[in-house]
């Protein structure tokens, strides 16, 4: 596709429910990350793939939250057994390198609310 | 550690009114620097970027920044704000597998 694609747009979900979270880069990035955007704050980092490989998972809260680029394409965010704070804006991007100096494209994001 | 600052969560101007929009950063070398805008319901979209060389840098819609060394800052500006440049902007810097983002400012745009 055109951008990067993240589906779905929104998800509600209850407590302690497991939750799955979907990201389509840009065809040809070898660079994915997701970020979390709680209300009233920037994005945080979370996960950086390259290629298939998850090359820095530091920014993983615990160890509820997974996430998987088997293909080196698509990426799944996993979160285990949610709580209220796990609510927020989960961002994906994807850049053509993962260097520091490179563009970094991001999706619309998926709104998580843990009811 | 690096960071970034955005000390204004909120600023109101006048439509026709300059802007400017404050950013700090704090890295060990030569930063890698970035603004982004953030409209409602809609992803994270690159404005410009710093890498290297002229320290003036010239975005799309209208916007410009300037990277100075000497106050750690990268501060945004535009000569005349539109009503449809009412979004959220937030300042980052380029580190190790990742960007580092400021808090944001949400700018409102009066007619």
């Known amino acids: 596709g055109a951008g990067v694609s993240q589906t779905p747009s929104n998800k509600v979900t209850e407590k302690g429910k497991y939750v799955e979270l979907r990201c389509d880069p840009i065809?040809?990035?070898?660079?994915l990350y997701w970020y979390r955007q709680s209300l009233g704050q920037g994005p945080e980092f979370l996960i950086y793939?390259?290629?298939?490989?998850?090359?820095?998972d530091s920014g993983l809260p615990n160890d509820r939250f997974f996430a998987v680029r088997p293909e080196g394409s698509v990426s799944t965010l996993k979160i285990q057994r949610t709580e209220r704070g796990d609510s927020a804006v989960y961002l994906c991007?994807?850049?053509?390198?993962?260097?520091?100096?490179?563009?970094?494209?991001f999706g619309q994001g998926t709104r998580l609310t843990v009811v | 550690a690096q960071s970034v600052t955005q000390p204004d969560i909120h600023i109101t101007v006048s439509e026709g009114a300059s802007l400017e929009l404050r950013c700090n950063y704090s890295?060990?070398?030569?930063?890698?620097l970035f603004w982004y805008v953030q409209s409602p319901g809609q992803g994270l979209q690159l404005l410009l970027k710093?890498?290297?060389?002229?320290?003036l840098v010239q975005g799309i819609k209208g916007f410009e920044a300037e990277f100075k060394r000497s106050q750690s800052s990268f501060n945004l500006r535009k000569p005349s704000v539109h009503w449809s440049d009412a979004a959220e902007y937030f300042c980052?810097?380029?580190?190790?597998?990742?960007?580092?983002f400021g808090t944001g400012t949400l700018l409102a745009v009066q007619p």
């Open positions: 991007a994807s850049s053509l390198s993962g260097r520091e100096n490179t563009e970094a494209f």
């Open positions: 065809s040809g990035h070898t660079a």
């Open positions: 793939f390259q290629g298939t490989g998850a090359a820095d």
């Open positions: 890295y060990g070398a030569t930063p890698y």
């Open positions: 710093y890498f290297s060389g002229d320290t």
């Open positions: 980052a810097v380029g580190a190790t597998n990742k960007l580092i």
